[in-house]
């Protein structure tokens, strides 16, 4: 009864604010790990595998980007989503972030709800796309995507998914509702896939995700 359903990992310099968060998480069933370093974060990730990171940009020994990209290039972990805690507001950081490949950008001193929807959130769309995996093993055709390879090296798994939403016509505000994040992570989303596809003009992207997100049936073998 009341097991631990759900692994979390809390990386953060600030060990009262680790503790806070903590707190917060274990009495919905969390179970929480916790490391003040990017070399002891992802030494966890390896042993025990959290199903989502919660990580601060100022770390002791490195930064939460450093983490962030090694967790990105290990194939076993760049799955694992990430939310990023930052004591500065700025849109620098929060597109550093989001460029790096983090799920969502919560800025210092955030309310405990906001992280609490913000986790689950990421674990209802990770759990979702994990069992629709599974389904698709024993699917004989699937829908597959039409767009070029190079766009999925390109784009995290946030920005692809934010320009399929794009590209089903929903607006800046619609999608920011869907995954329950601000309208600014999204207009964020938008400038970096902008930028990684090197697209400029108002209506660019909107016409690109068209283009190439429409359709098409694959056999498995």
Known sequence: MNEPIYRILVIEEDAALIKKIQQLLTPHHYDVYTSTTPEEGIYICRQYRPDLVVCGVRLRGGSGYHFLMELRNDPSLQHIPLIFISGKEGTED????????????????????????????????????????????????????????????????????????????????????????????????????????????????????????????????
Do not use: C
């Not at 799920?103 to 796309?129: G, N, Q, Y």
């Not at 766009?151 to 999608?175: C, D, N, P, Y």
């Open 94 to 221: 929060m597109r550093m972030g989001m460029n790096l490949g983090a799920d969502d950008f919560l800025s210092k001193p955030f309310k405990s709800k906001e992280l609490l929807l913000s986790i689950k959130s990421r674990l209802t769309r990770f759990t979702v796309f994990n069992v629709q995996q599974r389904e698709k093993k024993h699917t004989t055709i699937v829908s597959m995507p039409v767009i070029p390879p190079e766009v999925h090296h390109k784009l995290s798994k946030t920005e692809f998914r934010v320009m399929q939403m794009i590209a089903e016509g929903m607006s800046t505000k619609e999608i920011a509702q869907t995954l329950n994040i601000s309208i600014k992570t999204v207009e964020n989303h938008r400038h970096n896939i902008s930028k990684k596809l090197n697209l400029t003009g108002h209506n660019s992207l909107i016409k690109y995700a068209i283009k190439h997100l429409t359709q098409q049936y694959k056999i498995l073998s």
